[in-house]
C-alpha cells in the first residue's frame, strides 16, 4: 500500500481552476489535487476528468475524486432499481463496477463522502474492506480515504491499527486532545480537518486564526487535506500573505522529519488555552506552542524545558521571535520552534 504520510492534497472547486493553477499548487508543495466529482456522469464530463488527470500526471501531481458512492449508482442505475441501497446486490455491483472503469482509466486517489449514508455501523468495515479491496487488485497503490465521523468506529479504527482506508479523515471535535498521543502510538495514519480548533474566533484575528489552523494541520502526523472553501491565499499578515506562510509551512515540514513521523507529547495541559506540544524524531524535536484565545499568556518554558535555549525558530504567524525562559505569546499566535 502506499505511504501517505508525506501526502499534500489540497480540494478545488472546479477542473477550470485547477488547470489554471497548477504552477501555484506545486510552489505551495501540493501532490495531489482533490475534486467533487458530479451526480450527473456522462462521456463529456468523464473525458474532462481523465484528461486532467493525464495533466496532472505530467507534472507530477495526482487527481482524488471525492465521490458519493451510494448518489452516484442511483444515477448510473435510474429507475432500474426500487430501493438503492449498499445491501442490493445490484447496486454493490455496479457501484464497484464503476471505480474499476475509473481505476483502469487511471484514477489513483478516491475519497468517500457521506459515508454514514453508505452503510449501517454493524457492517462499515466490511464494506470499507470489500471496496478498497475491489479497486486495489488493479492498482494496488490505489490511494483511498473516507472522513469517519462517529466516535465509537473512529477509535475502533484507531485503537486496534486496522482499516483498509489508506488514511482515514477525523473532525478534531470527535477526539480529544490528550488522546492524541495514544492515537499517534498505534492508529493508522489519519488526517485531522480542524473545524473546530478555535471556538473563540475573531474577525479581529482572522489571519492569526486561520494561519494557526492550518499550521496545527501540517505539524500533526499524517497527510495535509486542505479546502479551498477555509482559505484566502491573498489575505495579509504582520509579514507574509497568506499564500507565502503556508509554502514555508509546507518546506519546513519537509525538511524536518519530526513534523511527519515525530512522537506526541503534549505539554502545558493544565491552560485550555494554551495548545502546545513536541514532536520528536530520533535526535530531532519540533516544539509548537498556539494560544487558542484572543488573550495574552506569559508562559514559563523553563520549567517544562531545561533546554529551551536550544531551540531555534522555524515560523511564526506574527513574525520572528527568540526563545526565552519566560514567553510572551500574543493573541492566536503560533510559533513552531527546532532543536536538532
Do not use: C
Request: proline content about 2%.
Amino acid at each position: 500500500m502506499t505511504d501517505t504520510s508525506d501526502l499534500f492534497i489540497y480540494k478545488e472547486n472546479s477542473i477550470e481552476e485547477i488547470r489554471a493553477n497548477i504552477p501555484f499548487y506545486k510552489k505551495l508543495g501540493i501532490n495531489f489535487l482533490a475534486i467533487d466529482m458530479g451526480e450527473a456522469i456522462n462521456d463529456l464530463y468523464l473525458r474532462e476528468v481523465f484528461s486532467l488527470n493525464e495533466s496532472l500526471n505530467k507534472e507530477g501531481l495526482g487527481l482524488m475524486l471525492r465521490l458519493d458512492l451510494l448518489k452516484l449508482t442511483q444515477n448510473l442505475l435510474d429507475s432500474k432499481v426500487d430501493k438503492i441501497t449498499w445491501k442490493n446486490t445490484k447496486v454493490k455491483r455496479a457501484g464497484i463496477s464503476f471505480l474499476n472503469f475509473l481505476v483502469k482509466r487511471g484514477i489513483s486517489a478516491f475519497d468517500f463522502v457521506n459515508l454514514s449514508s453508505l452503510v449501517d455501523d454493524e457492517f462499515i468495515l466490511d464494506d470499507i474492506r470489500e471496496i478498497n479491496k475491489n479497486v486495489r487488485h488493479l492498482n494496488e497503490d490505489v490511494i483511498t480515504t473516507g472522513l469517519i465521523d462517529r466516535t465509537k468506529i473512529f477509535k475502533y479504527l484507531t485503537s486496534t491499527g486496522r482499516t483498509d482506508f489508506s488514511f482515514v479523515q477525523a473532525r478534531i471535535d470527535y477526539l480529544k486532545i490528550e488522546d492524541l498521543n495514544s492515537f499517534y502510538e498505534i492508529s493508522p495514519i489519519f488526517a485531522n480537518t480542524w473545524d473546530n480548533f478555535s471556538n473563540k474566533f475573531s474577525k479581529n484575528f482572522a489571519y492569526f486564526s486561520i494561519s494557526q489552523k492550518i499550521s496545527n494541520i501540517l505539524a500533526l502526523k499524517g497527510p495535509v487535506y486542505l479546502e479551498s472553501d477555509d482559505i484566502d491565499f491573498e489575505m495579509e499578515g504582520p509579514l507574509y500573505k497568506l499564500t507565502s506562510y503556508i509554502e514555508n509551512l509546507s518546506r519546513i515540514r519537509e525538511e524536518n522529519k519530526s513534523l511527519r513521523q515525530g512522537d506526541f507529547l503534549e505539554i502545558f495541559k493544565k491552560d485550555k488555552d494554551i495548545f502546545s506540544y513536541i514532536r520528536k524524531y530520533k535526535n530531532e524535536k519540533t516544539l509548537i506552542i498556539n494560544n487558542l484565545s484572543q488573550k495574552e499568556f506569559l508562559l514559563p518554558i523553563s520549567m517544562y524545558l531545561a533546554d529551551y535555549s536550544s531551540y531555534k525558530l522555524l515560523l511564526g504567524n506574527y513574525g520572528q521571535r527568540s526563545m526565552v525562559a519566560n514567553l510572551l505569546v500574543r493573541p492566536f499566535e503560533t510559533l513552531i520552534f527546532i532543536k536538532k
